[in-house]
């Protein structure tokens, strides 16, 4: 057999030996140095490619209905001429219906004028011809262009991929004496963070101070005046706000109808001026016990107060969230960048600590004050699988390891089993980078692709003992020597281990091209197939020294 002779042209040749350490040790190095020159992408899983996507319309807490619907219509008209979008759903002063992406954004708690969602549904995937991500990312820049207005911050929200967070990268800001300088601080690393071109829809959930309005009953006047407090009270209530006074059963309906009564629209005012309140407090009577209308406006006053702002915390600790998503790119690498631009920039002011991951303190030179600055979402989820899963791969190979121990009573044959099959890493990444040249997204490295790796070590512990043991029974059988044994060992072997890698690459490609599992599948695939060469001829030189001593 051809490949027999020339396994054993190998195994006699130390120049050849040599030459396959190094061909496997310079692949190995080309594979790893994929990651930080950013061939090789890590993420926990790509982009999902579904039928909807929501809009959420934020903008600064006193902002009226109006100017609401304003940017609201906008963004409607602008939507309207993509061809993809079939219908959408507006919500305005509340959240849309719960979906996957809003159990963790606070949509149910959504209840302020300032406030607005909108639901977009799109084509089904096979009658369009670009992905739900793309789709978003495309439009995203002509939206927020178009339709900012009055300083609102429109964010673009997708199904999750995985697990739903809060968004796909999250700074959470604690410390700072008080609220001012802590929001103070997430503006300053919110700008940070808006220098990165990958880094979209940067918001941060702390409220900016603005002026509002009070209404003061004068309570002497009113009396005098003839009227009851509380009905006073009461008018200017169902004026402004209404109220549920009763409900409507109907046979047609699973629930029961409210009726809510409100005087008029005086609550939906022109703009937040006090000029604009006071107009509408003059448009409102009142009748008193002798039956005369008085106006409402020459018994209430209109204070002016700064609003006080609402206070997040997490674990009883006071704190503020910024927020990002990314388009068209992992987490980690516009953090990376911005944390480096944190460190460079923020350094002048700050004497800045870094704690534990990712995680930063910054301590005020001047003040005194410390802010710590910790890294949530997505980015924190994927850290965290990336780290067990990376354990779990490190706890099989020592496994494998002292399971082969036991079984051939050698440590270097079991080490060189485990170094076998830690090399099919090779096959995993290049694998990756090649479902990233013919593409058109960016082809990650994910959760899956590592769940793959790690199943595929026992495929290749397997070939290996296949070949050590088929050699060791030529040997004291037909009395061959070790590298006549191994070469035949080898050669005999391949035809049964070749057959179980392409069965495992035609399976594995079913799945490829699947948004979760498509990189489980390429894994498989490209390290199914690296083992075989490994298997091949890295396996029969790592063993041939070492066979000897167990037979």
């Given amino acids: 057999m051809k490949l027999e002779k020339f396994i054993y ?81 507006a919500f305005i002063g509340e959240g849309q219906p719960l979906d996957f992406a809003a159990l963790v954004k606070q949509s149910a708690l959504k209840d302020k004028e300032s406030q607005a969602e909108l639901m977009v549904n799109i084509k089904k995937a096979k009658d369009r011809n670009i992905t739900s991500y793309n789709l978003v990312s495309n439009i995203r820049e002509e939206v927020q262009k178009n339709c900012t207005l009055y300083d609102a911050n429109i964010k673009f929200i997708e199904l999750p991929a995985g697990p739903p967070v809060l968004a796909s990268i999250v700074a959470e800001i604690y410390g700072g004496n008080s609220f001012e300088t802590r929001r103070d601080f997430a503006l300053k690393i919110a700008k940070i963070l808006k220098n990165q071109s990958t880094l979209v829809d940067i918001d941060i959930l702390a409220d900016d101070d603005f002026i509002m309005y009070e209404l003061e009953v004068d309570n002497n006047k009113t009396l005098i005046s003839g009227i009851d407090l509380e009905q006073l009270k009461n008018t200017l209530y169902l004026a402004f706000e209404g109220m549920n006074i009763s409900v409507i059963n109907d046979k047609n309906v699973q629930s029961q109808i409210p009726i809510f009564l409100r005087l008029d629209d005086s609550k939906n005012l022109k703009d937040s001026s006090k000029q604009s309140l006071q107009t509408k407090l003059q448009t409102l009577k009142i009748m008193n016990n002798k039956g005369n209308m008085i106006n409402i406006s020459e018994l209430v006053s209109i204070k002016e107060i700064i609003k ?31 944390r480096n631009e944190m460190l460079n920039s923020l350094s002048n002011d700050y004497e800045v600590i870094k704690t534990n991951l990712l995680n930063l303190a910054f301590i005020d030179k001047k003040t005194g004050e410390r802010f710590d600055l910790v890294f949530d979402g997505e980015l924190k989820v994927t850290i965290d699988t990336f780290i067990d899963l990376g354990g779990a791969f490190i706890i099989a190979l020592v496994l494998i390891f002292f399971l082969m121990v036991m079984y051939y009573k050698s440590f270097a044959i079991s080490g060189g089993i485990v170094l076998s099959s830690f090399i099919s890493i090779i096959g995993v990444i290049f694998a990756h980078i090649i479902m990233d040249l013919i593409t058109p997204d960016t082809f ?78 390429v894994a498989l695939i490209g390290g199914t197939l690296i083992s075989y060469v490994v298997s091949m001829f890295f396996v029969p030189v790592i063993i041939k020294n070492q066979l000897k001593k167990i037979l």
Avoid at 66 to 78: D, H, S, W, Y
Avoid at 308 to 334: F, G, R, V
Avoid at 447 to 465: E, Q
Wanted: with cysteine; proline share 3%; glycine share 4%.
């Fill in 9 to 89: 042209s190998i195994l006699e040749s130390k120049t050849k030996s040599f030459l396959v350490y190094l061909i496997t040790f310079i692949l190995f190095i080309l594979s790893v140095l994929t990651f930080p020159t950013q061939i090789t992408k890590a993420k926990m899983l790509p982009s999902k490619d579904s039928d909807t996507f929501s809009i959420y319309v934020d903008l600064k807490d006193g902002s009226s209905i109006n100017q609401t619907k304003e940017i609201i219509q906008c963004i409607v008209k602008n939507l309207q001429k993509e061809k993809n979008i079939t219908n959408i759903s």
């Fill in 308 to 338: 006080e702002p609402t206070i997040t915390s997490k674990n009883l600790n006071p704190m503020i969230n910024i927020i990002a998503e990314t388009n068209k790119d992992s987490q980690i690498y516009p953090l990376l960048d911005s």
């Fill in 444 to 521: 990650y490295l994910t959760a899956t692709s590592l769940i793959g790796f790690i199943g595929l070590i026992g495929i290749n512990s397997r070939n290996s003992t296949l070949i050590i043991d088929f050699s060791k029974q030529l040997v004291i059988e037909k009395n061959l020597t070790i590298n006549e044994a191994i070469a035949k060992a080898t050669a005999t072997r391949s035809k049964p281990i070749i057959l179980t890698v392409l069965t495992m690459v035609f399976a594995s490609a079913l799945i490829a091209n699947d948004a979760v599992f498509g990189g489980l599948g």
